[in-house]
């Protein structure tokens, strides 16, 4: 997991809690800066989520990549274990 879904994660509790109180005492200041930080930390959530859906594909499509060679070595191996000499040179 990406360090930034935890940082974020945090970042959206602390943004809600701030933003609550900042309703409860009618504060606007505060309610403003705990918005900001909650919507910071749903945009840190996504960057996170993000990087590692990427980070997931990059491995998959690198495991496709050795089993298309493992493959294609395995096919060369048939080929020539398969295909008669006809000279062979001294």
């Known amino acids: 997991m990406d360090k930034a879904i935890v940082i974020g994660t945090i970042d959206e509790v602390l943004g809600h809690a701030k933003r609550a109180v900042g309703e409860l005492t009618g504060d606007a200041t505060t309610f403003v800066d705990g918005t ?3 919507l910071k930390g749903e945009i840190e959530v996504a960057q996170g989520k993000q990087r590692d859906d990427a980070r997931e594909a990059a ?4 495991k496709a990549h050795e089993k298309e060679l493992a493959a294609q070595a395995h096919a060369s191996e048939i080929v020539r274990a398969n295909t008669p000499v006809i000279c062979e040179i001294p």
């Open 59 to 62: 491995e998959s499509a690198a």
């Open 36 to 38: 900001a930080l909650e």
